[in-house]
């Protein structure tokens, strides 16, 4: 692969990851949690959680690894090069990357069948919003870090208008 390829290919995995989590998260939120609530029975439900959260688990384990390395890389080769010394640019990537982190904590916690997430995994339905609305807020603080124009390259002056 060449290396004019391995932005692009970092920046693919990045959003299609963001497509499988957010999506994933959304679909078993609004869709499948309440209609498993509302036709099984106490004792299904809880089995087909289980059986849902082992295979949902990898994927987002997945998702984080993957996130993390194409996130990463997008930030330190291309991003901040481009955007040294835009104060604005990088406080809203440290919030964009604080909040994260918070979804991937939550994330990593409702889909693990361990002891120390039993209690966040019994208000799973607060929990999952939770994670879908601060995730929605990483990707609208995303879309917003595009269109802040890469700062002006030292020793290049821009033309101003003379009175």
């Known amino acids: 692969m060449s290396i004019a390829m391995l932005p692009l ?8 990851s963001a497509i499988v989590a957010l999506g994933g998260a959304i679909f078993i939120r609004f869709v499948m949690m309440p209609s498993a609530q509302q036709v099984l029975d106490d004792e299904t439900h809880a089995k087909l959680r289980a059986a849902i959260t082992r295979r949902w688990m990898k994927f987002v384990h997945t998702c984080i690894l ?5 996130g990463f890389y997008n930030y ?14 990088h406080a809203l ?11 991937f904590a939550l994330a990593v916690a409702l889909t693990s069948l361990k002891p120390w997430s039993e209690k966040l995994r019994a208000n799973a ?3 999952m919003m939770l994670l879908v609305v601060l995730a929605v807020i990483v990707v609208g603080i995303s879309g917003a870090l595009k269109f802040i124009p890469p700062a002006p390259l030292p020793g290049i002056q821009v033309a101003t208008e003379q009175k």
């Open 125 to 127: 339905k607060f929990w």
């Open 76 to 89: 330190l080769v291309v991003l901040r090069p481009i955007h040294d010394g835009q104060a604005i640019y």
């Open 66 to 70: 993957l996130f993390l390395v194409s």
């Open 9 to 16: 290919v970092m920046r693919w995995i990045h959003i299609l």
């Open 93 to 103: 990537f440290g919030i964009k990357f604080l909040l994260a982190l918070v979804v």
